[in-house]
């Protein structure tokens, strides 16, 4: 199944919601939270936005990452023409990307 459609939104205030479109995805709360440790509204608004953030850039990040990995794959992958500092990069890349389609 895939997610809801991008992107998604903040909204702040008292119950600091993500939503898509008309759906509350998640929401942070700081009574609830307040059980468990300190928190703040300030914290609250900052997770939701970096919610949102990640979310709404996923895509372009792992297009980014998938043309690093494509560029490197023109050159001969030896130290001769490719300077290991990028041939790090590279597999740095094809890590995230491992990472994020796994998770």
């Known amino acids: 199944m895939k997610h809801t459609e991008l992107p998604w939104h903040v909204s702040l205030g008292n119950n600091n919601y993500v939503w898509a479109k008309d759906c509350i995805i998640a929401k942070c709360n700081p009574e609830q939270a307040e059980m468990y440790r300190e928190k703040s ?42 300077s290991d500092a990028i041939m790090e990069m590279r597999r740095a890349a094809a890590e995230a990307i491992k990472q994020a389609e796994e998770s």
């Open 41 to 82: 509204i300030k914290e609250d608004e900052a997770n939701a936005a970096f919610i949102v953030k990640a979310v709404n850039n996923h895509y372009q990040l792992i297009e980014t990452l998938q043309n690093i990995i494509a560029e490197g794959e023109n050159h001969s992958a030896t130290s001769d023409t490719m």
